[in-house]
């Protein structure tokens, strides 16, 4: 067991690296939160002073708000069902034995290391564009005249396939590693019963992927929730645009620093209450 003079050491020791991420952590937040109070617009830069609540009043009140709001929520919960749904397929499939497992499983795995904006650029011009994307070829070789214009006519759908796509190998690792520690009795006592392969998967699989999956939609919420390479890179901010983006475009677009800073501490405080709420949910079920 350690000394107190040792335990006091190692404090001290770890005191400048903690210094460094509070540093890191809370000081842009805390700009943040001074310029959320300020009325500070880049056209008119002398122009500023104390603010109080007007910024939060006509964040609120922008038109696009509740819109980016609902498409926020969609956005996290389409993704999280799809990821979850095809997380537990790709892991069931990915256990079992057949040639060339490790080279698949090293594929299946590959697209959450590709960088968003190069792999929204990449669904953008090659897959789903209109005239010279994958699917307009294939739309074309079944003998459509006219292919379908996926972030034109279903833009908030296609920002949702792309992150999709992208955290879809995150599930199915973290859903694959939870299944390869399940008991092997219990996979020979349901064999020895007779149970057939949905019963072993409803009462024995799906139990035991209960917690990783409670997990898998805890992280995914948080990082959704702050989706922006895929809406920029598409150009489909004006129709699928998130809370993110309105953020973004309140800086970039109408130069308003103390707004923007508003819609910035609004994002957290929401992103944070939904945090807190799967936490509890985290919690809940790894205690049964």
Known sequence: MATGQAQKLAKWALMPSVAALSAWAFIPLALTFYFAFLRYNLQDP??????????????????????????????????????????????????QR???????????????????TVSSLVWKNLILHPVFGLTAEIQRWFGFAQPFDWFGKLPLFSVGLIVA?????????????????????????????????????????????SRPITVVILIETIFILNTFAEIKVTSVGGFAGN??????????????????????????????????????????????
């Open 46 to 95: 002398d122009n500023t002073g104390w603010a109080g609540f007007s910024n939060f009043y006509y964040f609120f009140k922008d038109p696009f708000f509740i819109k980016d709001l609902i498409n926020t929520v969609l956005l996290v919960a389409g993704v999280i069902m799809a990821t979850v749904v095809g997380g537990v397929l790709l892991a069931l499939l990915l256990d």
């Open 98 to 116: 057949f040639w060339g497992r490790g080279i698949v499983r090293l594929l299946v795995i590959s697209p959450f290391f590709i960088m968003p």
């Open 165 to 209: 796509w992208q955290w879809l190998p995150y599930a199915a690792l973290i859903l694959l590693t939870a299944l390869q520690s399940l008991d092997e009795e219990q996979k020979d006592a349901a064999a020895m019963d007779g149970a057939n392969r949905f019963n072993y998967f409803r009462y024995i699989v799906l139990p035991h992927l």
């Open 243 to 288: 809370l993110t983006y309105l953020v973004f475009s309140q800086l970039n677009d109408a130069n308003d620093v103390g707004m923007a800073a508003a819609g910035g501490l609004i994002a957290v405080v929401l992103a944070n209450m939904v945090s807190a709420l799967l936490v509890r949910l985290v919690g809940k079920n790894l205690e049964t």
